[in-house]
């Protein structure tokens, strides 16, 4: 399974995972901060979190914010929980996408940045975090976008040589994998980051039918 490739990668790379991307990290986290304003009364899971950077951009502008964030890296979470230790309203569990513990309707904002280009069931992924969605909520991700020329060479070189890397993605092709799994787009964006980085971010509400077929189901 994909997801002991990368746990055993992660908990490699943990101690020099923040120094080793700094930049990178900085700037597309940013960038995802800034393009999407999110509610300071919003409950976020923040979905193969790494050590918890978008959690401190986060409590920069609201020290309250509810927030959990799961990875399947406990090497990674113990980093991101030494960070936040004094923060009674942030936790970090491991999890996997594929399987997310935690109840139906639960959150208000769900987040994956950087991450989804490794998930080997996307479809899997996008319904469970549509499952822990309430559903007025909305699905945020962030990734690199194929769109861009440098970007495919780059997913064909990490597909040969990165065991963990699954695809980058078109932002059609994401569009479309949203849609499949019954969101509807509520808004995108691509953007450079110098030369290598071609990236783009979603915003994705669960669609209202889906729900209202659900609540219909339950009224026997």
Known sequence: MNEVKIQKQYDRLADIYDLRW???????????????????????????????????????????????????????????????????????????????????????????????????????????????????????????NKDYFVCRICDWFLQIFDPIHQQFYTQAELHQLLVSTKFKLDGSTKFRLGVIWGMMVVRAIPTQREFANKQSCCCW
């Open 22 to 144: 700094r930049n990178y990290i900085i700037n597309t986290l940013t960038f995802l901060n800034n393009w999407e304003q999110i509610e300071p009364q919003a409950s976020i899971l923040d979905v193969a979190c790494g050590t918890g950077e978008f959690e401190r951009l986060l409590l920069n502008k609201n020290p309250t914010q509810k927030i959990i964030g799961v990875d399947i890296s406990e090497k990674m979470l113990d980093l991101a929980r030494k960070k936040y230790q004094a923060y009674s309203n942030v936790e970090f569990q491991k999890a996997s996408v594929h399987s997310l513990p935690f109840e139906s309707h639960s959150f208000d904002v769900v987040v994956c940045a950087n991450s989804f280009h490794f998930f080997d069931k996307p479809q899997v992924a996008l319904r469970e975090m549509k499952r822990v969605l309430k559903p007025d909520g909305k699905v945020i991700i962030l990734d690199w």
